[in-house]
């Protein structure tokens, strides 16, 4: 995902009988769109991105999927 900082937002038991976890996590990546410009900047620019993220027991990613902003 290229992240730079990642912060979980929420956690819990998965809920469809399965061991592991559901979690929430608010991730910082660059913005590709003023990446692709290739502007000399001083500074990297971030944006806020957020993912729904599936644990199994010993906390390994089962899988990920992307939340639109609108959800949040």
Known sequence: MGARET???KIAPVEHGA???SAEAEILVPNL???TL???L???ILE???YLVELDID???RSY???SPSSH
Do not use: A, D, S
Request: avoid cysteine.
């Open 65 to 67: 999927e992307y939340l």
């Open 33 to 35: 769109e003023i990446k």
């Open 19 to 21: 061991l592991g976890w």
């Open 48 to 50: 806020q991105e957020y």
């Open 59 to 61: 906390l390994i990613v």
């Open 42 to 44: 001083t500074q990297e």
């Open 7 to 9: 912060r979980i937002t």
């Open 38 to 40: 290739g502007l000399p």
